[in-house]
């Protein structure tokens, strides 16, 4: 009996897997032979909308300079912006850099936050309660927006089915060191195949934390951001799909990422994700197939986007299933040596995205050279999944003892010159 449960097991997860794969193999077939929708970011509009541009900080005066240098080049009119940077209990420079900022550009308007609860959410939850916006775009501080993206997600928008719009972001640190170019080679895959396929079909497309925007109405229906949860972003796409709106992607409002060089922050920060991810799984299983708002079809890539988190927790037991099978004398060295090799294979092309998405959004990116270093990417499997099964025990941690999550932001390296987006600019 153990041993067909073993089996039975090893079945269901190649089914899985299979369905994953074929779910990313579309994607790319329509990005590869389909014109992308774009998200209204190519019409002309007088009914331009109040914009707050929310940055939350702790610590950033490696930072803090780059992103308010970058915000103040937009191309949209100061008459309808403000930008609030969150000072988050900043022990550094952090609040002088922004003081001074302060004074010299009225659109800016800083918060200082000085008491126990630290986090971003927090932080988020107490500038919408003053924030004048209609819309509000949240940026992370080491992120450099290019010149139009406030105006294309604004743009956004004008369809009042859309409660949220998500941009993309393109690391400008690509080329430090291996880790940073492996990155990058997730991040378009990411962004230019999934996120924009998901949208070309109607599918379920996902807000991000950062470098995206939100109705302000939208945010205070909910009754802000759930602090308990470390993926806010996530946890607002599946609110609002629950809700009856829809998440726009705008391919062309590109915001540039300062990516972690070294594997220990990298690690760090796939493990937050993980674990935020998977606190949002636990939350909105449910409600997911039981909202009225939301299409089968809908729900079905809803439902494969709320589970990736859990996928390597799931190929870390088919590992353990296969050896076990294997000194059973169950299955035969061929076999046990192939299952071992297709998990391994799946999870180690980026963020769940199997080769051929990355190679697909290389290649519309224009830079189909580093579809070389596709091959190194087998080497971050066990990296990967090691840090998302952390993740997901802390998330299963965090839900039976409803303990406080506290927020760890990723570590900043240096400080990036944003004269000019147009050196990390890609094509659309």
């Not at 930008?83 to 550094?92: G, L, R, Y």
């Not at 071992?340 to 769940?352: A, R």
């Amino acid at each position: 009996m153990f041993l067909i449960i073993l089996k039975t097991y090893m079945m269901f997860l190649m089914v899985l897997l299979l369905i994953y794969m074929l779910r990313q193999l579309v994607f790319s077939i329509e990005r590869l032979f389909h014109r992308p929708t774009r998200a209204n970011e190519d019409i002309c509009s007088s009914n331009l909308k109040m914009v707050t541009v929310l940055i939350p900080m702790h610590n950033e005066e490696k930072v803090a300079s780059q992103v308010l240098d970058a915000i103040l080049k937009t191309d949209y009119p100061y008459d309808y912006l403000e930008i609030i940077p969150i000072n988050d209990n900043s022990t550094d420079n952090t609040k002088a850099i922004l003081d001074e900022y302060a004074a010299q550009h009225s659109i800016i308007k800083p918060i200082h936050r000085n008491c126990p609860e630290r986090g971003k959410q927090y932080g988020l939850n107490d500038a919408i309660k003053v924030a004048q916006g209609e819309i509000m775009i949240v940026l992370d501080a080491d992120y450099i927006p290019s010149v139009s993206l406030i105006r294309i997600i604004s743009l956004a928008f004008e369809d009042p089915k859309v409660g949220a719009v998500m941009g993309r972001v393109i690391p400008y640190n690509a080329d430090k060191n291996m880790l940073t170019r492996l990155s990058s080679l997730e991040r378009s895959g990411g962004y230019q195949v999934d996120q924009q396929a998901r949208y070309d079909l109607g599918l379920f497309v996902q807000y991000g934390g950062t470098v995206g925007g939100f109705r302000t109405r939208t945010i205070k229906e909910v009754g802000g951001f759930d602090p308990s949860i470390l993926a806010e972003d996530t946890d607002l796409t599946y609110t609002l799909y629950e809700r009856g709106w829809k998440v726009a992607y705008a391919n062309a409002a590109e915001c540039y990422e300062e990516t972690p060089e070294t594997w220990e922050v990298r690690g760090n920060q796939i493990k937050r994700w993980a674990r935020g991810h998977n606190q949002v799984m636990f939350k909105h299983f449910g409600a997911l197939f039981k909202s009225k708002y939301i299409n089968f079809k809908e729900k079905i890539d809803g439902l494969l986007l709320l589970l990736v988190y859990l996928l390597p927790v799931l190929l870390f037991w088919g590992m353990v299933d296969a050896i076990i099978l294997f000194y059973s004398g169950d299955i035969n060295y061929l076999a046990f040596a192939g299952s071992i090799i297709f998990m391994g294979v799946y999870s180690s092309f980026g963020n769940f995205a199997p080769f051929f998405e990355i190679g697909i959004g290389l290649y519309l990116d224009k830079r189909s050279k580093e579809a070389l270093l596709l091959p190194v990417m087998l080497g971050t499997f066990f990296f990967n999944m090691w840090v998302i099964n952390v993740g997901f025990w802390q998330a299963v941690v965090d839900r039976i003892t409803r303990r406080n999550v506290t927020w760890a932001k990723t570590q900043r390296f240096e400080q990036k010159d944003a004269q000019s987006e147009g050196e990390v600019s890609h094509d659309n």
